[in-house]
């Protein structure tokens, strides 16, 4: 039986990983996400105050940018420690804070052993990526897609932009060694190129390829709105967003829920 060791554990914080349970009333399991009714209630009694906006398709939008978070973990995990954290909805809980304005959730895993990658890396990968995406990321972004009537491609940029984030990080890590960097180089490369749709339950792509293109300037165009303008306070555009949001694409976008 292998686990995530002290170092690890502490390294896997700064992508939200929680080892200790939350009150009840602080914890929506992975297959909540998926109960059309339970939802609905956390998104009227919690989610619409705490992020400003009662537009299903933000609240949507917003929760899928939280959950994001859970790729960035578990591939973090699988490309630095060659750990492979069992990331199936059925054993993952999100563990709120409700003193957090924010609402960022953390993720607690309830079986904590590993595996490791043996003699085939690139077949013990595989099984990494399509538990993460086929038996988890796949059906939340499905679920929250239909309750809240948001495209899917957006949901799936959302959770695009934290995994080439993650390891754009991390290719920028100096205490690499050479072997290191060309794993998660290669890793890299496969999760948002490679790996087929199959291991994602898509039809015919990888659900993010198609967001892959190269930075200018720095900043990664999105394709589309992840519509967080709508849930500033004080009507403040996004500075640092790459989309052109002209006032006019503002109403339209909202309007048609996009
Ligand atoms: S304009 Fe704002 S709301 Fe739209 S994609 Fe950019 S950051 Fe998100």
Partial sequence: MVKLNEIEIAALKKYRLSTEEAAPYETIKGLDLLNDDLMKRIFDKKLQEKLNTDKQNVIGSMLVKRYAFIAALVLYSMSVFDKGINSSIENVSLQTDENDPLWLPSFN??????????????????????????????????????????????????IAVYVFWMYETLLKDESLTNEQYSKVQEDFHYVVIDAPPSLFGTKSRNPLSQFYQPKQNDIRTRKTCCLFYVTSTNGDRCTTCPIECSKTFIKEDAKNGS
Avoid at 109 to 130: C, I, Y
């Fill in 109 to 158: 895993f309830g079986n904590l052993e590993v595996t490791t990658p043996g003699s085939d890396r690139a077949d013990w990968r595989a099984e990494v990526v399509q538990t993460l995406f086929l038996k988890n990321i796949t059906k939340v972004v499905s679920s929250i897609s239909s309750q809240t009537k948001i495209a899917k491609s957006v949901l799936w940029e959302n």
